[in-house]
């Protein structure tokens, strides 16, 4: 594969589960992202990791929680979500945090 | 801090007819500008980008856009609209000296293409 892919591409859950979503970059990259995309609304950079380590945090609240074990993977554990948090959930991937981004397809996430 | 204003969040154009998609920013030093697409069920492609240099920018897929720092502006343009040009189109804009972190994009305008 090559790429950046993302799994599951649809997630429905309650608000009272557990999930994970998962993303994997076969590009060599350094830098990967978690970005939420709601309708009408511009593109949110949520969390940024370089070297596997968080160098960004943008006031997410607590319910979403990133793990990168390695450079080639980044998660989004998910609990207690509220319907406001259905989105589609975008990762990306880039050399550092500098340059060209590479998304992957998104996970469609609905909350009921 | 900067931020970005995409104009019209739907535009129709006939297959063949030029694209104009409209983007202007702010930006407190020079900016980088940016314009991604996205297709259906797809993530973000990028189009193309402005850094330094030449001030009109070509892409991919025939679309170019020029910056023109007086008008705060980056809009972006094809000739000659096609079919497969249908999707999402997001204008970026991140100053200079920072990296992704700092990428801020606009709210998107939907390309519909009339046969």
């Known amino acids: 594969e090559t790429g950046v892919t993302q799994t599951p591409r649809h997630l429905v859950m309650g608000m009272t589960n557990k999930k994970s979503l998962k993303c994997e970059q076969h590009l060599g990259h350094n830098a990967m992202y978690w970005y939420k995309q709601s309708a009408k609304k511009p593109l949110e950079l949520m969390f940024v990791?370089?070297?596997?380590?968080?160098?960004e945090n943008n006031s997410v609240p607590s319910r979403f929680s990133p793990e990168c074990p390695n450079s080639s993977h980044l998660f989004l554990h998910l609990h207690t979500l509220q319907p406001e948090d259905s989105a589609l959930y975008l990762c990306?991937?880039?050399?550092?945090?500098?340059?060209?981004?590479?998304f992957g397809e998104g996970s469609r996430l609905t909350v009921l | 801090a900067q931020s970005v204003t995409q104009l019209g969040s739907h535009v129709s154009v006939s297959e063949g007819a030029l694209v104009l998609l409209r983007c202007n920013y702010s930006s407190s030093v020079p900016p980088y500008l940016f314009w991604y697409v996205q297709y259906p069920n797809q993530g973000l492609q990028l189009l193309l980008k402005?850094?330094?240099?030449?001030?009109l920018v070509k892409g991919i897929n025939g679309f170019e856009a020029e910056f023109k720092k007086s008008e705060t502006s980056f809009h972006l343009t094809k000739p000659s609209a096609h079919m497969s040009d249908a999707a999402e189109y997001f204008c970026?804009?991140?100053?200079?000296?920072?990296?992704?972190?700092?990428?801020?994009f606009g709210t998107g305008t939907r390309l519909t293409i009339i046969p």
């Open positions: 990306a991937s880039s050399p550092l945090t500098g340059g060209e981004l590479f």
């Open positions: 402005y850094t330094t240099g030449a001030t």
């Open positions: 970026a804009v991140s100053l200079s000296n920072f990296g992704n972190e700092k990428l801020t």
């Open positions: 990791y370089s070297l596997e380590e968080r160098v």
